[in-house]
């Protein structure tokens, strides 16, 4: 020490001294600014824990610890959780003060326009509390509601509708039909501050599943966003079907004849703002539902027949969050100052779950403006910190990216800055401020808004080389969740830290998962492989109205049988290897599960979607490819070929290029001969929801698919 000092204190300087003091500042800088890696909830080498009939549990739960049913202790329903957000949402000390100030000075531009708006309509704005739901127009800023607005316009709208004659019990159904939108939620609302029931109606069901819905659940009133979806509802009542509607409550303005062709088939065409102000006018207490009341019927839209309502309480939904919060527990804590953006279809449970945990939260939900398009528009604009996904558009993040990059040297360059960062994810370091976020990546992270801090995707398989350059490329921490409506949303989840891929993670801390024998696929739990099913708080109470296919789902010990069949790793972390349902034989007896093939192929770069078909009077397969129409014309130009895509598409070395590069990711995959395809049709359109090939949670529709293409098909076998 008394070197140190005279070293440091001697009259002149020498240059070992000043060396000194340099090395010094650079190590404190070094400290100061090194990232910290993410503390992982649990042991990442041993992720779950074996408990009795061979079922597993994340290890964050102890050996005491029952299974979670909410995570806030004032927070048990999904009512109790929005009006937690309305509390908490007041309070933001402890965050940046120069973004929260540049928040508050545009609220207060916002806050004086909407005032300004309401006085001249001669409405008041509510207290002053936090931003909760968030709507624009096409080249104009955000707007916000905030959090006691949504409160209060729940409470007139659901006292206008008691006044209408509903009863405020969990036998009362209300269906939604409307896009995303801030009216959704308050509509939603409304029902839990009642103690009714919310049944969303999808955009895109056809008018035979909308009529089933209608009266499967004997519904009465529904919400409509617009003078469409009126006429589409009083065209089935004029038929005769649907006669139990009597009441339709639209958002947007409409024209006055509705309501005169409505009330000659018996329906009353209402507008929202006259139901909530006569609602307004005769206030009625609300009327809290418990935990173990019927929240909300989530009508799966099922690839062949009608839909099921899954039956989900406030206690499933609230669970399902639960679990997810606690998982983020030691790295990701939502809070006030995060923004999510809704554009996932708000009638799938995946959104919901999302909404839950950002409103008890206290955080907002800012809404696309209906095109999705217009999407990335809308991220920049609001800049999210919290972004659900599909694979899908991950898939589109990854392809343009990959394209982008039109040289050699470029793709050098892009990959080796990918692989520098993903040697950062795995030790646990999750970060956009590196040098090559600042040379390479920073344009793509702006194009999500610049502020994404966790990303969740589920609904479908996401590939592992994709989700490995994304976690590297957008330098945030991205989740995979693995579920179905019928465990409300998710029941597996990967932990915070883990950056391998190829997995879905860990049960959620509200299940727990055991795999089942499924012999006649060679499936054995003994070997650790079997039929996903699921137990816990989160797995609902059965399909509305439908005994038997609920006993098809549940067994008599409670057990939810997913028809997936999964795999444990040696870390305790599941995999989803294959699916028990939607198999055949082919004519050789070997049996096919094709969407697992399909998750294959869709990996090669000109391939944007793949149906295989096959049938126990064929000796192989084929299948209908859709390429990708940014990918496919430098994939042709490679192979000297030009053209647009679907003369492309008729090409017959395009298309034998295209079946070589599938038959190679096939053979990587470990894809057995008869399961490999034989031949393909490129098909220069994709599969949408909109021309009924999709479903609206965006899986393939076997039977359709296979109808729409049958020529094609018997032409490739015949070939």
Same mark, same amino acid.
């Given at each position: ?124 704005? #509510? ?72 049944? @969303? ?73 006259? %139901? ?43 669970? !399902? ?16 100052? !995060? ?18 945990? %950002? ?16 999407? @990335? ?76 801090? %966790? ?42 830290? !883990? ?28 070997? #650790? ?82 149906? %295989? ?13 859709? *390429?990708? *129409? ?90």
């Amino acid at each position: 020490m008394e070197f140190l000092f005279q070293l440091l204190f001697s009259p002149l300087p020498t240059p070992a001294v000043i060396s000194l003091l340099a090395l010094a500042a650079a190590t404190l800088f070094y400290l100061n600014t090194r990232p910290t890696p993410l503390r992982a909830p649990a042991d990442l080498k041993c992720q779950t824990l074996g408990i009795k009939d061979g079922a597993r549990k994340v290890a964050l739960l102890k050996d005491n610890n029952n299974l979670l049913a909410y995570y806030y202790n004032d927070a048990k329903t999904i009512y109790e959780v929005f009006q937690r957000g309305l509390k908490v949402s007041e309070h933001t000390e402890g965050f940046d003060a120069a973004a929260q100030l540049q928040r508050t000075v545009a609220e207060m531009v916002i806050t004086q326009t909407a005032s300004r708006w309401q006085q001249s309509k001669g409405d008041q704005p #509510g207290p002053c509390n936090g931003p909760c739901l968030g709507y624009r127009k096409a080249g104009r800023p955000y707007q916000w509601l905030r959090y006691k607005q949504v409160s209060d316009r729940a409470e007139h709208l659901g006292s206008g509708l008691l006044q209408r004659g509903l009863k405020p019990t969990p036998d009362t159904f209300i269906g939604i039909f409307a896009q995303n939108r801030p009216e959704w939620i308050i509509g939603e609302l409304a029902c839990y501050t009642y103690s009714m029931v919310a049944v @969303p109606l999808y955009d895109t069901l056809g008018p035979e599943a909308l009529v089933f819905i209608i009266e499967q659940a004997d519904i009465s009133t529904v919400l409509c966003d617009n003078q469409k979806k009126v006429e589409i509802l009083l065209q089935n009542r004029e038929k005769g079907q649907t006669p139990a509607l009597k009441t339709v409550v639209v958002m947007d303005p409409f024209e006055s004849d509705l309501a005169v062709r409505g009330a000659k088939c018996g329906v009353d065409v209402l507008a929202m703002q006259d %139901v909530e102000a006569a609602g307004k006018s005769d206030l009625q207490k609300p009327v809290p539902p418990k935990p173990e009341d019927l929240s909300i019927v989530c009508f799966t839209s099922g690839t062949t027949g009608n839909p099921k309502g899954a039956m989900l309480t406030h206690e499933n939904v609230v669970a !399902d969050a639960a679990g997810v919060l606690k998982t983020f527990e030691t790295s990701i804590v939502p809070n006030t100052e !995060d923004v999510t953006i809704s554009f996932l279809p708000l009638a799938h449970m995946f959104e919901r779950v999302v909404q839950t945990v %950002v409103y008890g939260a206290g955080a907002r939900v800012g809404f696309f403006q209906g095109d999705i398009r217009l999407l @990335p528009d809308d991220m920049k604009t609001l800049r999210p910190t919290i972004f659900p996904v599909v694979p899908r558009l991950l898939n589109r993040v990854y392809d343009k990216v990959q394209s982008g990059a039109t040289t050699a040297f470029k793709k050098w360059l892009l990959n080796f800055a990918a692989q520098r960062k993903m040697a950062e994810v795995r030790e646990g370091v999750v970060r956009n401020n590196s040098v090559w976020d600042k040379l390479i990546f920073r344009k793509v992270q702006e194009s999500l808004g610049g502020r994404v801090r %966790v990303m969740v995707t589920g609904a479908a398989p996401i590939s592992p080389s994709v989700l490995d350059f994304l976690r590297a490329l957008l330098g945030c921490q991205i989740f995979e969740a693995y579920g179905q409506t019928e465990c409300t949303a998710g029941c597996t989840f990967t932990m915070p830290g !883990d950056a391998t891929s190829g997995h879905v993670g860990v049960p959620l801390p509200c299940n727990v998962v055991k795999l089942v024998d499924v012999e006649e696929m060679n499936y054995f739990s003994s070997n #650790g492989e079997g039929e996903v099913c699921i137990k816990g708080t989160n797995v609902f109470k059965g399909y509305l109205k439908d005994p038997e296919k609920t006993a098809e789902a549940l067994d008599t010990d409670g057990w939810l049988h997913t028809g997936d069949i999964g795999k444990w790793l040696p870390s305790g972390v599941l995999k989803i290897i294959d699916r028990k349902k939607n198999i055949f034989k082919l004519a050789q007896g070997e049996y096919i599960a094709p969407e697992k093939i399909e998750n294959v192929y869709v990996r090669s770069a000109p391939v944007a979607q793949v149906f %295989v078909h096959g049938d126990s009077l064929q000796a192989f397969l084929v299948a209908v490819v859709v *390429p990708d *129409p940014e990918v496919l014309p430098g994939f042709a130009k490679n192979l000297g070929f030009q053209g647009s895509v679907e003369e492309l598409c008729k090409n017959k070395e395009i298309k034998k290029a295209v079946l070589s590069d599938m038959i190679g990711l096939g053979k990587e995959a470990g894809l057995k001969s008869f399961e490999q395809v034989k031949d393909v049709y490129l098909h220069p359109e994709q599969f949408t929801i909109e021309n009924g090939l999709l479903t609206p949670t965006l899986k393939a529709k076997r039977a359709e698919l296979k109808s729409f293409f049958h020529l094609q098909i018997d032409q490739l076998y015949a070939q």
